[in-house]
C-alpha cells in the first residue's frame, strides 16, 4: 500500500512538474518574442532622437506615433529591465527636454501622449524636470471649462491614461475629475449621438462616421484599432485610478461590455477585421487592432475582470495568431494597418507590407505580449 502511494506521489509531482515547466516554457517564449520584435526596431532606429520619417512623411519622434511604441517597451521594461530598454527611453526624452511636440500650450491629444512615457520615467527616477511640461499641459486644460478636446476616439487612449497617471503620482483629484468630464462627453455627447453607441458597446472614430453613416453591407462603421485604443485606454486608467475613485465602475462597465462585444467580432484565425462588423470592407487579418484587443483582455483575466473560462481561449487564439501569422523571423511586424482613421486607409494590409509609420504597431504588440506574459 505505502509502495503505491509513493509510485502515486511521484507520479503526480512528475505530471505537476511538467506542466509548471511547460507553462514557464511558454511564458519564456512569449519574452522571446516580444525581445525579438522590439530588437528588431531598436536596432532599425538605432537613433531615438531622429524624426519618425517613413513613406515620404515626416515627424518629430515625440508624436503619438512614438509615444505609442515607448508606451509598449516601458510595459516590456517591467518584465524585462534591461538597462538598454530604459536608456533608449531616457534618451529619447532628454533629447526632446521632456517636452512636447507643440510645447505646452497645445491641448491636441497626439502631443500628450509622449507624457505617459515621461511620468513614467519619472517614477522610476523622480526628479521635477521630467513631469513638468506635461504637467504645464495638463493643467491648462484642467483649469479651463472646454471639455470638447477629444473628438476622434484615438485622443482617449493618447491623453487619457495621461490625466489618470498624473492623478495618481501627486494624488491630486482634479486630473481625474477632469478626465472623466472629457471622457463623457466624447463618449455621451460628442457629435450628434456620442462616439458610443451602447447597443452594440462599440465607437464610432468620429462624427463623421456616425449614423447615418454605413458600411457597404449595411452595418455601423466600427473601425478595429479605434476601438482598440479606447479599450487600451480603459485598462490603463483603471490601472491607475482607485478603486474608491467615483467614476471607478462606470470605467468598468464600458469596459465590459466592450469585451464581450469585442469577443463575438473576432475572427476564425484569431484576428480582427479593420472593419469590426464588415468583414466585406478590407477584410483579413490586422495587427494593431488584434494586438490592443488582446492587451485589454489578458489584463481583464488576470485582475478578476473577465471570465477566465469564457475569455482565455480569446486571448490565447489571437496571440499565437499574432506570433504564427505577423511576426517575421528577423522581429519585423506584418499586417500592421497604417495610419488613418477608417478601414480604407493604409491599405494593403499584408504580411510584407511596411506601415508608413512602424512605431506604434510594435507598442500595440509589446503592450499585449506584457499583459500575456503576466496572465494568471
Known sequence: MKKNLLILFLLISHTYTDLSAQALSDRKVTLKTMITVNDYFMKKYADSSAPSSSSGKTRPSNIWTRGVYYEGLMELYTISPRKD???????WATFHKWELRNGTTTRNADDQCCGQTYIDLYRIHPSPEKIKNIKLSIDKVVDSPQVNDWWWIDAIQMAMPVYAKLGKTLNDQKYFDKMWEMYSYTRNQQGDHGMYNPKDALWWRDQDFDPPYKEPNGANCYWSRGNGWVYAALVRVLKEIPTSEKHHNDYVNDFLAMSKAL???????????VSLHDPTNFGGKETSGTALFIYGMAWGISNGYLNKKEYLPIVTKAWSALVKYAVHPDGFLGYVQGTGKEPKDGQ????????????YGVGCFLL????VYKMK
Open 85 to 91: 530598454y530604459y536608456n533608449y527611453a531616457y534618451n
Open 263 to 273: 469577443g463575438a467580432c473576432q475572427r476564425e484565425d484569431g484576428f480582427w477585421n
Open 348 to 359: 494593403p494590409v499584408t504580411y510584407n507590407s511596411l506601415p508608413d509609420f512602424e512605431d
Open 368 to 371: 499585449a505580449g506584457t499583459e
